[in-house]
T-cell receptor
Framework: GENVEQHPSTLSVQEGDSAVIKCTYS??????FPWYKQELGKGPQLIID?????GEKKDQRIAVTLNKTAKHFSLHITETQPEDSAVYFC??????????FGAGTTVTVRA | ETGVTQTPRHLVMGMTNKKSLKCEQH?????MYWYKQSAKKPLELMFV???????ENNSVPSRFSPECPNSSHLFLHLHTLQPEDSALYLC??????????????FGAGTRLSVL
């Protein structure tokens, strides 16, 4: 089955700086890659996703890049703010029911 | 508010108890999911229902028993659990998991402690 690895497990950044989280996947048939944000006491919520026919996607301060050849994808958060502090999960899917998740990255934005 | 409501939010049970977790979605979705979330581990998919039919069961122990009476409600019945079953149990729903973007909407979870 699909195996998704996520790094780093924790990330501390100064407010206003950028944060980058990287994920690798094992199954070359995977073609859908969402990112979820989980705040304390809440369930994960989708923040951005990308399909394999696109190399990059941006939504305001967040962006995702995909390298199909290397089988890795990354989340970029620019101009970080305190409300960006949360746990972020990457996932990979072959456009069926199953999402394979990474282990998560705890992001802390220091004021 | 994600449109997926889970109750109870917290549950403490003994190893011999029987309890049930409830999930309700108000999004008109066709697929519902149960996940187990343990600290520092990836979310583990337990069960998937599509149009009330179970389509995936990831070798979950029989002490966990799902039930999907209709497309808006999902239950997880628990009996004779073990301490290692303590975790956050998340419910999710999606429009249609079979094609394209499988955007799953999660509830806030039930924090389960087994004593």
């Amino acid at each position: 089955g699909e195996n998704v690895e996520q790094h780093p497990s924790t990330l501390s950044v100064q407010e206003g700086d950028s944060a980058v989280i990287k994920c690798t996947y094992s199954d070359s048939a995977s073609n859908y890659f969402p990112w979820y944000k989980q705040e304390l006491g809440k369930g994960p919520q989708l923040i951005i996703d990308i399909r394999s026919n696109v190399g990059e996607k941006k939504d305001q301060r967040i962006a995702v890049t995909l390298n199909k050849t290397a089988k890795h994808f990354s989340l970029h958060i620019t101009e970080t703010q305190p409300e960006d502090s949360a746990v972020y999960f990457c996932a990979a899917s072959k456009a069926d029911y199953k999402l394979s998740f990474g282990a998560g990255t705890t992001v802390t934005v220091r004021a | 508010e994600t449109g997926v409501t889970q109750t109870p939010r917290h549950l403490v049970m003994g190893m011999t108890n029987k309890k049930s977790l409830k999930c309700e979605q108000h999004l008109g979705h066709n697929a519902m999911y149960w996940y187990k979330q343990s600290a520092k581990k990836p979310l583990e998919l337990m069960f998937v229902y599509s149009l009330e039919e179970r389509v995936e069961n990831n070798s979950v122990p029989s002490r966990f028993s799902p039930e999907c009476p209709n497309s808006s409600h999902l239950f997880l019945h628990l009996h004779t659990l073990q301490p290692e079953d303590s975790a956050l149990y998340l419910c999710a729903s999606s429009q249609d998991g079979k094609r394209g973007r499988n955007i799953q909407y999660f509830g806030a979870g039930t924090r389960l402690s087994v004593l």
